[in-house]
């Protein structure tokens, strides 16, 4: 066992880590902000911001589809495909400040290249990771990703603290810069694809859209990750934008803190899920939302009142939230080994991802703009409080899952 841990990187992996950063550093630039973004150029209200979503996470609800009618394209050059719409979305939003309804639709461009893209890196990474030490292998790419989004993060932070960077412009460098990172990353896959061959895990040739019973505990995982995450990426910010004034330097700085956090720990939640398996760190993590979202709606209803104060030591405690909050984003990677270690077959992979990826996003659209609407019509606190209600079923799956499951183990067992 120690000689495994010991063993180098192959020259796939290190290309494999590579598109990783890169790929944490290009949707750094624009996903650290995008909430300010649409603040600072279109005015947008907490309604509005909520219909946002749905440019944003209607792709997800179709990549599943994508995905399953290109299954003789290959992860890889799917992959390729997934990057080219990406850049063409971020240089269109970096050049353009168009219309509301224009807006929209170079979100979704930009949105559906990403969305395709992410079962297809998970699937290609447990490809070139093999079955050793999944965990950590696992924990060690999120932590090289984690690492450069807090690189955008500090020159995001640094552009507009200095004002080199503003959404106020006709040009926007943030997404400009982003488009450079994804165009990398386009680069690095044509290497991948035609010196090393790499393909990503076996599919069927055919038009499949797989559903098992077995994987059912982990479709509701992926339906609670969608609510989840919308709070994390849309209602959270909010408070500090909406609620407390904050700017887009200042999400940044947070942001900044967040990933060197994440960059330390996740490493330690790969070995975690080798050691003690899924069960345990998906347990953790169900207890932890509900805690933290019960303080959010607690605060945020006390910033609303006026009983708290909106400087100093409150402001300091909910911007800690914000950061532990984003942190807990990372935990994929455990929903992403639960998936492995019960896999029917490896050819499995990809098409549950995807699928749970869409279910995902079905509830996080619904989510965005029930949680706009909820937030202007009965306030702020009630958001977090469903939040912290629904992520009682996080706990509940955890429980229901064998104990005796673990991330790499279990994988000689899968079927052929």
Known sequence: MEEQRSSPLSKELKVFFAIVALTGFAMGMSDNVISNFFKDAYDVTAQQRGFLEFPREAPGVICFLVIALTSGIGDVRLSLIAKLLCIAGSLALGLFTPSFAVMSILIFINSLGNHIYIPLQDSIGLSIIGQADLGKRMGQYSAFRTAFMMLSSIIVFLGFRFGFF???????????????????????????????????????????????????????????????????????????????????????????????????????????????????????????????????????????????????????????????????????????????????????????????????????????????????????????????????????????IKPAIKAAPSVPETGS
Not at 226 to 255: C, K, N, Y
């Open 166 to 400: 503003s959404f106020k412009t006709q040009i926007k460098l943030p997404f400009l810069i982003g488009a450079a990172g994804f165009t990398g990353v386009f680069l690095l896959y044509l290497l991948l694809y035609s010196k090393y061959k790499v393909q990503g895990e076996a599919r069927k040739k055919q038009f499949q859209i797989l559903v098992r019973k077995k994987y059912t505990l982990y479709y509701i995982l992926a339906v609670l990750a969608g609510v989840h995450r919308q709070i994390m990426v849309v209602f959270g910010p909010w408070v500090l934008i909406e609620i407390l004034s904050q700017q887009a330097d200042t999400l940044a700085f947070l942001g900044i803190i967040s990933s060197f956090l994440g960059a330390l720990i996740l490493p330690t939640i790969g070995r975690w899920i080798d050691r003690f398996g899924t069960k345990t760190i998906l347990l953790a993590e169900g207890f932890t939302l509900i805690l933290v979202y019960i303080i959010y709606g607690f605060m945020s209803r006390a910033f609303t009142l006026g009983t708290l104060a909106k400087v100093g030591l409150p402001v300091l405690l909910i911007s800690s939230l914000f950061v532990f909050e984003r942190l807990t984003m990372q935990f994929g990677i455990v929903r992403t080994a639960y998936l492995r270690s019960i896999a029917v077959d490896p050819a499995d992979i990809t098409p549950t991802l995807s699928f749970g990826l869409s279910m995902d996003h079905v509830v996080a659209i619904s989510c965005a703009y029930l949680g706009g609407v909820a937030w202007n019509t009965f306030g702020p606190q009630y958001v977090f409080y469903i939040a912290a209600t629904l992520s009682v079923l996080n706990v509940i799956v955890a429980v229901l």
